[in-house]
């Protein structure tokens, strides 16, 4: 048996087996740290920053879902400032694009959305960026609504590392950056995707949606991708 | 003791959020017999008046006039409630914001518009109708809002509690118990 190593989540000590994540370990001992692009099964890229963490005897604050544990490491998972930051982020992500719930298929079940309101965000303070975005429909059954997408990855991974076709990409940088089907080919006809709509169940919010629903109707299977992996980890 | 007085409006939006107002159903008794509402679509007063206690505003601040009503009752009132998504995020009067207006007008009114034989030709009308600001911003980008209800509408139960409070002379902790957007 792998040897333990002893962390402090918030003051309570915890066993944790070396190479877990802060993260991990947090959501193993009923912790909750808020995050948006990690998910289960796939692996970390810490982009959404909202799983930022207080490590004792770094200055600067750490992504959970990337930082792995180590013995003694000493973690505080809520505070005010954590929580100050973590609602600019949310704020930077509503800022970014036009995410308009009350027109969105998945208003009430939006991940983002969620968070907003745990965080008591009745509103943003950052002037909206308002920008010009496509709607992709070329695909028969699904949609990918780049006003709603926030950059999370996680179709990118889901595609790449569950379904093994890798269809997804993120092109450009910084608040150019765009999730691109093959090499900029409309969805419809990128031939390398299965159509199997993992990416879909993936997407945390309204970004990436199965076609015929209206505003509030479409709940997704978040557990779909996680379940997946961890049957392949048994066989 | 003086009643409060509530002004309500609506720039660009669709008028939900007032049917919400409307839909607290019997609870607007309660409110009316500690307010008057002084101003708004329901009353008679053209003019936003002087000394108002609470402003509703529904809707996103879209037009020559939106800003000019709210910049007015923004002066006029002590406490600006930005009532719904249009007026907390801009919500669908926005989704026109990556269009530049003049496109808009002719997309809408010159190519959108069907010829009828004996009728002017379709134009962009400038009679009468308040010219449109650059993009619909929500209402807190033109004026200092007190207070944001989201929500589209937001619920007959928090416009009544958020009214409530304010009539209590305590700020209204909406906290968790919206939905955002």
């Known amino acids: ?235 | 003791m003086d009643k409060v007085k509530i002004g309500t409006c609506w720039l660009d939006g669709c008028s939900g959020c007032h049917m919400s107002l409307l839909d607290i159903d019997e609870g607007i008794v309660a409110v009316l017999k500690k307010a008057d509402i002084v101003f708004g679509p329901l009353v008679d007063a053209q003019e936003w008046p002087e000394g108002v206690d609470v402003a509703l505003i529904e809707g996103a601040v879209s037009s020559q006039d939106d800003l000019k009503l709210a910049l007015a009752a923004r002066s006029r009132s002590k406490v600006v409630v930005a009532l719904g998504d249009c007026a907390v995020t801009g919500n669908v009067p926005s989704m026109r914001n990556g269009i530049p207006v003049r496109k808009l007008l002719e997309r809408v009114y010159v190519e959108g518009a069907t010829e009828r034989p004996g009728t002017d030709r379709p134009g962009v009308p400038t009679d009468g109708v308040p010219a449109l600001l650059k993009q619909a911003e929500p209402l807190h980008s033109a004026i200092k809002v007190d207070i944001h209800v989201p929500g589209c509408p937001p619920k007959p139960d928090a416009i009544l509690f958020v009214v409530g409070e304010l009539l209590e002379g305590r700020e209204p902790d909406l906290g968790s118990k919206l939905r955002f957007g």
């Open chain 1, 1 to 235: 048996m792998t040897e333990k190593v002893k962390v402090r989540i918030d003051g309570e000590v915890i066993a944790a087996t070396p190479g877990q994540t802060i993260l991990e370990v947090a959501r193993a001992n009923g912790k909750y740290i808020p995050a948006l692009c990690y998910m289960e099964g796939l692996s970390a890229v810490g982009a959404c920053r909202l799983c930022m963490v207080e490590v004792s005897g770094n200055a600067r604050l750490l992504p959970a879902c990337t930082t792995p544990v180590q013995e003694g490491l000493a973690v505080t998972t809520i505070s005010p400032q954590l929580h100050s930051y973590r609602k600019i982020a949310l704020e930077l992500l509503f800022a970014e694009r036009n995410h308009t719930c009350a027109v969105c298929v998945s208003s009430g079940h939006c991940e983002l959305q969620a968070l907003a309101q745990d965080h008591g965000i009745t509103y943003i303070r950052y002037p909206y960026n308002f920008p010009k975005l496509a709607v992709d429909t070329t695909h028969p059954r699904y949609v990918l609504d780049h006003n709603r997408c926030i950059l999370c990855s996680r179709c990118v991974r889901t595609c790449a590392e569950i379904e093994g076709a890798h269809v997804w990409d993120i092109a450009g940088r910084g608040i150019g950056s765009r999730l691109v089907s093959e090499l900029q080919r409309p969805w419809g006809e990128a031939t390398s995707c299965t159509s199997c709509g993992k990416c879909v169940q993936a997407c945390p919010t309204g970004a990436m949606a199965e076609k015929g629903w209206g505003a509030e109707e479409m709940t997704k299977q978040r557990t779909v991708v996680s379940r997946l992996s961890t049957m392949r980890e048994g066989a």
